[in-house]
């Protein structure tokens, strides 16, 4: 992933994996918890991860608390994950 110069890169460490029950599919959808720079916290569906996580260990997304409307998408802060 190219990130732009101008971008921040935050970090986000993992703290737990939950399982939860989608409410569509009723079935069970692993969950894994993440502890954001800045204080926050948030999860993604860890088949995600595994989907998208290289070779080398370095998962890098966009960055769920960064929201500026006078971003494009092309200017988008990212945060890698870490503790995977």
Known sequence: MI???HTTMNTAKFVT???VVDPDSKGEVSLSVFKHDNGGM???DSSYIEQVLPEDDECVIPDP???DP???E???GVVKL???
Do not use: C, R, S, V
């Open 42 to 44: 948030f999860a993604l």
């Open 3 to 5: 990130i732009p110069k």
């Open 82 to 84: 870490t503790g995977i």
């Open 74 to 76: 092309d200017d988008e």
């Open 70 to 72: 006078m971003l494009t």
């Open 65 to 67: 608390f960064i929201f």
């Open 17 to 19: 994996e939950i399982t």
